[in-house]
């Protein structure tokens, strides 16, 4: 993700911030794992039975979840380029 995240440093701010909640939470996520050996759940949604999470848990989801919709839907290479428009309106006027 470091590394990602170097290459596109000039390009969708979005993107940086999506990888950025990825690697945060995978460092909180780390931290908890060296200092007790496991990672600490202190989130519990009561009105349905949903697994117990943490806040670094939320930031991996919705980072995720952001960078999906980058490389999808944002992603400017990925988008059709129009030059066969121009070709045919001008094979049409000649």
């Known amino acids: 993700a470091i590394v990602y ?5 000039k390009g ?3 993107e940086l911030v999506s990888l950025a909640m990825v690697l945060a939470g995978g460092i909180g996520n780390l931290i908890d794992r ?3 050996k496991e990672v600490v759940d202190y989130i519990k949604f009561e009105p349905i039975n949903f697994p117990i ?11 995720g ?3 999906v919709i980058c490389f999808c839907f944002l992603d400017e ?16 006027k000649a």
């Open 53 to 63: 999470f943490n806040f670094a848990d939320i930031c991996i989801v919705i980072g």
């Open 34 to 36: 060296i200092r007790v």
């Open 65 to 67: 979840i952001l960078f």
């Open 5 to 9: 995240m170097y290459k596109i440093r």
């Open 77 to 92: 290479k990925k988008k059709p380029i129009r030059d066969d428009i121009k070709v045919k309106d001008e094979n049409d």
């Open 12 to 14: 969708s701010k979005l």
